[in-house]
């Protein structure tokens, strides 16, 4: 699977994502697209793969895999912070 199908959750509207995955199965014609996210846009991942599968693509995707991790960093004010990340696999039934 090509990166160019993968749609990273941030501050954008929440329609802009729901948009974005929705328009990689439709005018793209991928058969797999991953939503992915850090930290506070976790639910909102959630939520726009939901909105896709059940409003949008009238069931004709599905959740094929679901990743969660955690990285280190080090933040602004130079203390080391662990961040979740998911990743979300869509796929065509």
Avoid: H
Avoid at 15 to 23: D, E, I, P
Avoid at 30 to 35: K, L, P
Avoid at 51 to 59: E, G, P, T
Wanted: charged share 30%; aromatic share 8%.
């Amino acid at each position: 699977m090509n990166e160019d199908n993968s749609v990273f959750i941030g501050e954008k509207p929440f329609m802009n994502y729901v948009t974005a995955v929705v328009m990689q199965f439709t005018t793209k014609g991928a058969t797999e697209v991953v939503v992915k996210a850090r930290g506070k846009f976790i639910s909102r991942a959630v939520d726009v793969s939901e909105v896709s599968m059940k409003r949008f693509m009238d069931n004709t995707i599905e959740v094929k895999k679901i990743k969660t991790d955690s990285e280190e960093f080090e933040n602004k004010e130079g203390k080391m912070v662990r961040v979740s990340n998911i990743e979300i696999t869509l796929a065509k039934k």
